[in-house]
T-cell receptor
Framework: AQSVTQLGSHVSVSEGALVLLRCNYS??????LFWYVQYPNQGLQLLLK??????LVKGINGFEAEFKKSETSFHLTKPSAHMSDAAEYFC?????????????FGAGTRLFVKA | GAGVSQTPSNKVTEKGKYVELRCDPI?????LYWYRQSLGQGPEFLIY????????DSGLPNDRFFAVRPEGSVSTLKIQRTERGDSAVYLC??????????????FGEGSRLTVL
């Protein structure tokens, strides 16, 4: 069975500081991995995805994530936080099934950015 | 439309009532998903459709919940005899499943259900 664990329900950083949001997954087969972001009062949108090509994946708004198979991790980073990055971030694992994909989400990490 | 559309955006109902939530996916997307998101939680998988058929309904919490997609496009999530614990935001997402598909989901803004 697939599962996702996000370490830390809340992360607070200062503007300009490094952002690190942690995600570990469990999967019996190589998964597709995603980070989605949810801004206040908006729907979830894709930030970036890993689909078995390059292990370092770049997404929108300067975010990137590195797939580490040995650690079963897919942590999200951004070198310098901006106030507009304040949102909730969800890590997700997707496995191909008959008839499509089944995607399971982590519990989410809320990012606070201090001025 | 250009994106996934969900109606109503907000629904307030009384305990025991019947509720329908509608999802109109991105045109051409063959896969459609329903998730439930409670306050402070991640989206919880309910069901997904490939075309008209439910490919996996293992996330439906009990037999009060049912979903249909009769023509392979619009889907309706139906909740009978609503309970206060059903209060949540119900999210719909669609996905293209061509040969190169990766399971990327495109979400609507959700239907917030409040059961009094």
């Amino acid at each position: 069975a697939q599962s996702v664990t996000q370490l830390g329900s809340h992360v607070s950083v200062s503007e300009g500081a490094l952002v690190l949001l942690r995600c570990n997954y469990s999967s019996s087969v190589p998964p597709y991995l995603f980070w989605y972001v949810q801004y206040p009062n908006q729907g979830l949108q894709l930030l970036l995805k890993y689909t078995s090509a390059a292990t370092l994946v770049k997404g929108i708004n300067g975010f990137e994530a590195e797939f580490k198979k040995s650690e079963t991790s897919f942590h999200l980073t951004k070198p310098s936080a901006h106030m507009s990055d304040a949102a909730e971030y969800f890590c997700a694992v997707s496995l191909r099934r008959t008839g499509g994909f089944k995607t399971i989400f982590g519990a989410g990490t809320r990012l606070f950015v201090k001025a | 439309g250009a994106g996934v559309s969900q109606t109503p955006s907000n629904k307030v109902t009384e305990k025991g009532k019947y509720v329908e939530l509608r999802c109109d996916p991105i045109s051409g997307h063959t896969a459609l998903y329903w998730y439930r998101q409670s306050l402070g939680q991640g989206p919880e998988f309910l069901i997904y459709f490939q075309g008209t058929g439910a490919a996996d309904d293992s996330g439906l919490p009990n037999d009060r919940f049912f979903a249909v997609r009769p023509e392979g496009s619009v889907s309706t999530l139906k909740i009978q005899r609503t309970e206060r614990g059903d209060s949540a935001v119900y999210l719909c997402a669609s996905s293209a499943l061509a040969g190169g598909g990766t399971g990327e989901l495109f979400f609507g803004e959700g239907s917030r259900l409040t059961v009094l």
